[in-house]
Every structure is written in structure tokens, then in C-alpha cells.
């Protein structure tokens, strides 16, 4: 294999350069054959041998890959123009590059296709990085940015594949396809005049400004999801208008779901529900799947359609059958301590689940239970 010599903004060829010297390592002849399955990994430390990612926003990214950087792995980073690709691809090649808990400062090679120098730099200086120029001889890891502008001559196909991360307008980080760690993790940041942030609290950018001491506001309703390891506390709005010839909208979640829980609130809890448009939104644009959501959706259409307010200290979990029993969920345990410990003084869960929260320190906390909609 040869040495990456020529780029352009618009695509970079793989160009063989016989009069330079390659940072690609070459294998030796008889490294090619087969090999034992108990002699590859000798001599490796199952604990270190990832490259380590410290710091809070380090921590997120870790999270996220299952561990940290598996090395000789490829990760593709995709996602909506101008959310933070390249901020984040460079906040995480100065951690590499700084060594942390891996044993001391190593090369990192930042390939870019789309910006200049100049603009690369300025951002490093923005978010307090020092880079350079100078030929890099084996790197501990090499970031394309973006691998779309890049080709290898005499082969056909479009750039990808490997471990991919989907970076969303919130920030969230989140992985698609990873073979060396879970795919249920979730990291969430902030984008900063210094660069991606990670957020300590992320139930706060799911809660309005209505949570902190404002007037109390018919038709919220607070739901407490789990993704992945973390637990999130999402706020629901609903509206109901009487007498209005559009049909309403759902914003955020299944509108198989949507229908189902307005469906039983008109039959098993006896709301009149036919003659409204109704209007739900899940704020921030947060898109529920969690069926622990269903009890909190149909919490915000009935203080909507009631005119009747929930107070803001009050939380719901629990997913609604069709005969508008309420019935309980996984990590029932985790999602009201996440409650607890965010200062909401109720949380509604299902009847059959208050029994084995009976026992929990939850500081003053009430857990009510309840058996359906009526």
C-alpha cells in the first residue's frame, strides 16, 4: 500500500508514491497465514487494550462505542450538515492524541477533504487545541473528514461501512451498528463557543421553562423514559380544540400509538373525545417509542380536553392496554429514582408495580399506584 500524497476540496485520490515512505506498517509474509484463535489475543490486556476516552465528554463518547476505541476498527460518523461532525471528530482526536490514561501523548492524523487548514485551525484555537502540519509517521488514529470526498482509484462504490454513529440536530450521539459494544447507549451534548459539551442532566433539554416556578399550564404531562443506561424525564404538551374541522396532529410519537391511547380514553374512560382536534407535541422534538410514555400522553390529552392543570411535580410511568388497564415496564426501579432524584414529589405507576417500590428510598417522594384510566 502506498502513502496519501494528493487532495482537493471536492475529492482526494489514494495516489501510490514509491519515493515516500508509507505510516502503514507492513505484515510480515508468514503473518498472512492462518492463526490460532487462543494466539491472537496473547499478550493482550482485555482492560486496556481499547484506546480510553477521559473527561465528562469523553465519558459520553465511551458510552456511546461500548468502551472506548477498538483499535483497528473503522467508525463512520454521519449526520444533518452543520451539527458538529467535524467539532466532535476533533475534540476526540486531541483526546487521543494527549494520551489520557493510555500511556502518554501519540500522533493523531486529521485528513481533511472539505475545509482548509486555516479553518481547521481556527476552530482548534477556538476550542483551546494546538495542531500541526508536519508529516506524521504512525499515528495512533486517523480521522477522514469526510470520507465522501475521498476515492480509490479502480474501485467502484460509494465510501462507508463499519461502526456507525448517527449524529442527530440535538446532539445526541447514538450507534447504529456496533460490533464491539451495545447499541442502545446515548450520548448527549451541547454545542458550546468551545466546542461540543457534554450535558450532565439531560432531562433538563426535555423540560420547558414552565417546570422552573412557572405558571402551571393545562395539558403537560412529564413521562419517564429509559434509552440504553440512561433514564430521561420527557415533557408531553397536548391540545384539544372542540369544534375544529382539522383532524389535529402528533409530533414525536407512532401515530398507531396516538390513536390507540385516544381510542381508549373515548371507550374505557369515557371522554368525548370525537369532536376535538387533537394536537400532541413531545418537546424538543424527542422521538417516543418507550410504551412507558403512554400513561404521560394520555395524562396530557385529559388535562387538555379537562382544562384541568397537572401540577409540575408529578411524573407518570406506565404503558395502557387496549382495555385501558395500566401495566408496568422494565427498569421500573431505575425510572422512579431518576424521578426521585430530579425533586418531583409524585410519580403515577402502574398498581401492580407500587409493591416493589415500596421499599426504595425515594426522599419523601409518593409512588401512587393505579389500576386503569377510570
Known sequence: MGTMTQMSVSQTEFVEDKSRKSWIVPRKTDELGPQRLTDVNKGVNQLTWRIPLSGVFGAEVYRVLGGGLVPGCLVLVGGDPGVGKSTLLLQIAAMVAQGGDSGGP???????????????????????????????LSPRALIIDSIQTMYLKGVSGSAGGGEVLVYSSHRFLRSVKNRFGSTDELGVFEMSQSGLQAVSNPSEIFLSEQQLDFDVLAGLAIAVIVDGSRTFLIEIQALCTPG????????????????????????????????NAIFVNVVSGVKLTDTAGDLAIAAAIC?????????????FIGEIGLGGELRGVSRMEKRVNAVSKLGYRKCIVPKSAEKSLASLDLGGMKV?????LK
Open 303 to 315: 388535562s387538555s380536553f379537562l382544562e384541568s392543570p397537572i401540577p409540575n411535580d408529578v411524573a
Open 106 to 136: 501519540a500522533p493523531v492524523l486529521y485528513i481533511s477533504g472539505e475545509e482548509s487548514v486555516e479553518q481547521i485551525g481556527n476552530r482548534a484555537d477556538r476550542m483551546g487545541m494546538g495542531i500541526g502540519t508536519e508529516e506524521l
Open 244 to 275: 375544529m374541522p382539522v383532524s389535529g396532529s402528533v409530533t414525536g410519537i407512532p401515530q398507531s400509538r396516538f390513536n390507540m391511547i385516544t381510542r381508549v380514553l373515548m371507550k374505557q374512560a369515557g371522554l368525548k373525545l370525537q369532536d
Open 368 to 372: 401512587l399506584g393505579c389500576k386503569n
